[in-house]
């Protein structure tokens, strides 16, 4: 499995902005996988932000990013997203994609106040 990400930028605070992850390699079990979006600042570990299960009703989100950020899939382009709204200085960092033992490179958000 090969996940991609893109769709990182500047933005304003109170911004929007949505991340893809496009995957490539998929089997029918990674398929119904869980995907993850984490995010990381300098100087600090990855840490989960997002995950959603496909297979069965389940999503969970951070509490610092809950009723903000949305995920969802497009099984027609193997792309998960991940839509942000009302973005916050706080939200800068780095964003990965997640799906069992594959991550992606990494796309970079910049929130300015």
């Known amino acids: 499995v090969q996940l991609v990400e893109s769709g990182g930028g500047l933005v304003q605070a109170g911004g929007s902005l949505r991340l893809s992850c496009v995957m490539s390699?998929?089997?029918?079990?990674?398929?119904?996988?869980?995907t993850d979006w984490f995010r990381q600042v300098p100087g600090k570990e990855r840490r989960l932000i997002a995950s959603?299960?496909?297979?069965?009703?389940?999503?969970w989100y951070a509490d610092s990013v809950n009723g903000r950020f949305t995920m969802s899939r497009d099984d027609a382009k193997n792309t998960v997203y991940l839509d942000m709204t009302n973005l916050k200085p706080e939200d800068t960092g780095v964003y990965y994609c997640?799906?069992?033992?594959?991550w992606g490179q990494g796309t970079q958000v910049t929130v300015s106040s």
């Open positions: 997640n799906l069992g033992d594959a």
């Open positions: 390699g998929l089997t029918f079990s990674t398929r119904a996988s869980t």
């Open positions: 959603r299960a496909w297979h069965v009703d389940y999503s």
